[in-house]
């Protein structure tokens, strides 16, 4: 026998819907996504990497201020190039793969995050932190707008022709935190772009954090009285 009020039977069957949509089945469909959204690598093992990332601590913390979910999944690629940094095969796979999709920009800020320099900027900008609205808006500029805040030296790269490429960035954008970075074959290049601009920004206070094959500079502005 039909019920009489056929509202009250659509929201009855919506409601068992709903419950009948365990947990399990929300789990199994969020993973049905993600791993449609890792297809692009092609690789079953570095997805497997990824995938381990999403719940890594560091993921964890950069969820909680990172809102934009494109630019907070090339994060998690960051964290992955990061724990593939001992196979040279994968990390240039998943590197040549992360280009192929999201070009130079979604490259830099996974190399961004690779290399510890986002880890260490966030450090440097909850040091002037007046608001926590603000803080977030901080990060996701540098992340979005990330070539007029980060000079990523290249292997190829000339210390003459980064000076001036350093310069011309800081004189159109004002950054109030600038980054030099080279790994590899670009670590003397970097070293030796970062002690010029040294002398040249006078307004800027210095960073410098070397390891292995990888030297970065962070330039901080501050305010003379």
């Known amino acids: ?21 365990s947990s399990d089945k929300i789990h199994a469909f969020v993973e049905k996504l993600r791993n449609r959204k ?7 093992e570095t997805i497997t990497t990824v995938r381990g990332e999403y719940n890594s601590g560091e993921a964890k913390f950069y969820e909680t201020y990172i809102e934009d979910k494109e630019i907070l999944f090339q994060v998690r690629m960051g964290l992955a190039l990061r ?27 996974a190399e ?25 808006k901080d990060i996701i500029e540098v992340l979005v707008n990330i070539e007029k805040h980060v000079l990523f ?33 670009a670590a003397k290049v970097a070293e030796e772009s970062g002690k010029k601009l040294e002398i040249m920004l006078r307004d800027y206070k210095v960073e410098r954090i070397s390891r292995e094959d990888e030297v970065i500079f962070f330039f901080k502005r501050f305010v003379k009285f």
Request: with cysteine; net charge neutral.
């Open 153 to 185: 030296i290249q292997e190829t790269s000339k210390t003459t022709e980064m000076v001036q490429k350093a310069s011309n960035i800081i004189d159109a954008n004002s950054p109030d935190i600038f980054v030099v970075s080279g790994i590899g074959e």
């Open 1 to 21: 026998m039909s019920s009489d009020n056929p509202s009250s039977d659509v929201a009855e069957g919506t409601a068992k819907a709903v419950l009948d949509w």
């Open 83 to 109: 724990k593939l940094e001992k196979d040279k095969t994968r990390l240039r796979n998943l590197r040549e793969r992360i280009y192929k999709k999201y070009k130079i920009k979604g490259l830099h800020i």
């Open 112 to 136: 961004f995050v690779q290399t510890g320099i986002l880890h260490r900027y966030i450090g440097l900008l909850i040091g002037g932190m007046r608001s926590l609205e603000e803080f977030k």
């Open 38 to 44: 890792l297809a692009f690598i092609c690789d079953e």
